[in-house]
């Protein structure tokens, strides 16, 4: 009885009830030739040809501009200006309807909110000097002092920005349109 039970003669036992064909996940189902016909084994057999297409591409290019991720091309480690100080603020476009009576699906996160406003604090620094690039994810700022490249939270509309430098605080001030998908359902 002792022979029988011990875990080595019991893993043996196992091998020689096992199958080594039937380990599949169809176990209970018996292999015959009609169970591997379907209809599409009717008829001659078609060949398949797969055609590539290949964009033209230009033999002297090193990469293609599809491979290079946005924002990248601006990544300067080696650029000596400092980073200006900035904040990122969020607006609503609230009304009577969503503050008093709660009738749309907005609350107080920034997931409701429809604008992003960049505030960069720009000292010393004429409104002529200031070179702005605004790209669906990336911010990118240049003056003769200072440089800043911002990957944004959120993509933004680079069509539709608005952008004042405010002198007298020597801030520069960008209001961007967020472009998520379904802002169509969400604030309709």
Known sequence: MD???SGS???FLAT????AENEDSDECEPRTS???MTPASIGPVKKTTVTLKLKSQNSKTIWNTEEVPEGSEFDDTQDPREEPEYQILF????GTEDVFLGMSRKDHSTACCEYMVIKIKLPETKCSDIALDIQDEVLDLRTPKRKLLLHLPYRVNSKDCKVRFLS???????TLRVSRMFDFINFA
């Not at 007298?168 to 960008?174: C, W």
């Open 3 to 5: 022979s029988v039970s």
């Open 9 to 11: 003669s019991l893993q």
């Open 16 to 19: 020689l009830l096992r199958d």
């Open 34 to 36: 009609v169970s591997t």
């Open 91 to 94: 607006k609503q476009c609230v």
């Open 168 to 174: 007298e605080e020597e801030t520069l001030e960008v």
